[in-house]
């Protein structure tokens, strides 16, 4: 029997679903059933629900544990929502069930929530514990919603389908987030149906504890290894390039056609990522390959990411980065004498759960490169205490990426192009296996950075 592929679509391409019909699950007639989708809340949704990703502009979760009120944001939200209902109407939704269906679970969240807000009022309960339980229940709606809609969307339009809801709303039975999957997925043929999973998953470890906002992805990972996956797919709203188009010009850049997941790895440690790296791992050792397309250029084959890819050609395939980290100069004359300096600094990190990006030492010197996210002012005065010098300087990080750049002088030319613009280094760092070469340079030189790679190197 054919084995089945798992696919993810995206919150801005669910949005745009009569598209995402056209381009990818009716595409081609002969394709419609063994395809199992697992589906993210509409563009935007989770950000009412939880907090602005990028901004942090509260939503309701935040609302709540700040103890603001939060009942007109959850109005707001149901508003949104059956608007949104409304504009899928034209793809064959049955509003009604799907007005009903929304409406009983912000009528639910109320519910929650209000008893919630009793019981922090109360003072006899873990306020931390609550809390993580109302995030995972707020996350919960957005995903329910979108695999609702989309297959009562598929169900009128005359093709079996079914909606798989991981959220566990009303369940009182204790689950694993793994036996969750596996018991909703047990007695189910993907063969002859088209599935629609939620990206949220409830589980006794909370998956938002484990993997907060990429929990979606996960989830993909996890129902491809469950069911083995003949692909993973992930279905984007661009192409995975070899740049960002909004740093470097459209007309410059180009789609990847192959990588492996080091290269991915390597990518996500910068924010660029094609797969979270928790997802990538389980797909990885699983032998399952993974596919990052563009859902609205469904001609493109898109990326295709294996294990043993190696590029038959030294070069660079992805130039990328961020200007929203810093570096931590670590200086002790003591340093070039005593051993276990590294072993005290990453301590600090560990009890503080930061990871850095990058490092690099000389005799009395250790440079960290960190997200701007994880400077927190108690871990900081911690090393300060510790050490001769801590210096805090805000810098920004690029990097020239690929499965195959172990070649005589690809490193001189980075450094070239880069002096060439007028860029200083700061630090710079590439390990023996070579697949990243890591340049710290002034933060307001990050745009000219990434395209004097990309001119030198990739172009």
Same mark, same amino acid.
């Given at each position: ?86 504009? #899928? ?14 409406? @009983? ?53 005359? #093709? ?100 492996? #997941? ?21 797909? @990885? ?10 859902? #609205? ?47 005290r600094i990453m301590e600090v990190l560990v009890r503080y759960r930061v990871s850095y990006i990058s490092k690099s030492t000389n005799a009395n010197t250790i440079d960290l490169i960190l997200w701007d996210r994880d400077l927190k002012p108690p ?5 300060k205490s510790m050490f001769d010098s801590v210096e805090l300087q805000p810098v920004a990080i690029v990097c020239a990426i690929g499965s195959n750049i172990a070649k005589p002088g690809i490193m001189a030319r980075a450094a070239k192009a880069l002096?060439?613009a007028g860029v200083n280094i700061i630090t710079v760092s590439q390990t023996a296996r070579q697949t990243n070469m890591q340049f710290a340079v002034d933060r307001q030189d990050f745009i000219t950075a990434q395209r004097a790679l990309h001119a @030198?190197?990739?172009?």
């Amino acid at each position: 029997m054919t084995r089945v592929t798992v696919e993810k679509i995206g919150g801005t391409s669910m949005t745009r679903f009569a598209e995402i019909l056209g381009n990818i699950i009716l595409r081609d007639p002969a394709r419609v059933y063994g395809r199992i989708y697992v589906v993210s809340a509409y563009g935007g949704v989770t950000n009412l629900l939880l907090e602005h990703k990028k901004t942090g502009l509260p939503g309701i979760y935040a609302r709540f544990a700040q103890r603001d009120e939060y009942a007109g944001a959850l109005e707001e939200l149901k508003k949104h929502l059956l608007e949104l209902n409304r504009s #899928f109407v034209s793809c064959g939704l049955d509003l009604d069930a799907a007005n009903r269906f929304i409406s @009983e679970r912000i009528d639910g969240l109320r519910e929650y929530l209000g008893s919630m807000s009793n019981l922090l009022a109360s003072g006899y309960v873990s306020r931390d514990e609550l809390l993580s339980a109302a995030r995972e229940l707020l996350a919960s709606v957005g995903e329910s919603h979108a695999a609702f809609n989309s297959a009562n969307i598929l169900r009128q339009r005359g #093709f079996r389908a079914d909606a798989i809801d991981l959220s566990g709303w009303g369940e009182a039975e204790e689950l694993t987030i793994d036996q969750r999957i596996a018991k909703a997925l047990a007695h189910l043929d993907p063969a002859g149906n088209v599935l629609f999973v939620t990206g949220y998953c409830k589980g006794t470890e909370g998956v938002m504890r484990e993997f907060d906002r990429g929990y979606s992805e996960v989830i993909f990972s996890k129902v491809s290894v469950l069911v083995h996956a003949a692909e993973a797919v992930i279905h984007k709203e661009f192409h995975l390039s070899s740049a960002d188009p909004t740093i470097v010009d459209a007309a410059k850049i180009h789609p990847v056609g192959n990588t492996n #997941f080091d290269v991915a790895d390597q990518l996500a440690d910068v924010g660029m990522e094609a797969i979270h790296p928790k997802a990538a791992k389980p797909l @990885e050792l699983s032998g399952i390959p993974v596919r990052v397309k563009n859902a #609205f250029d469904p001609d493109h084959d898109g990326t295709l990411i294996t294990r043993e890819y190696i590029c038959p050609d030294s070069k660079i395939e992805f130039v990328s980065g961020s200007k929203k980290v810093s570096l931590i100069e670590i200086h002790d004359t003591r340093m070039v004498a005593e051993v276990g300096s590294d072993y005290r600094i990453m301590e600090v990190l560990v009890r503080y759960r930061v990871s850095y990006i990058s490092k690099s030492t000389n005799a009395n010197t250790i440079d960290l490169i960190l997200w701007d996210r994880d400077l927190k002012p108690p871990m900081l005065d911690e090393l300060k205490s510790m050490f001769d010098s801590v210096e805090l300087q805000p810098v920004a990080i690029v990097c020239a990426i690929g499965s195959n750049i172990a070649k005589p002088g690809i490193m001189a030319r980075a450094a070239k192009a880069l002096a060439d613009a007028g860029v200083n280094i700061i630090t710079v760092s590439q390990t023996a296996r070579q697949t990243n070469m890591q340049f710290a340079v002034d933060r307001q030189d990050f745009i000219t950075a990434q395209r004097a790679l990309h001119a @030198e190197l990739c172009e």
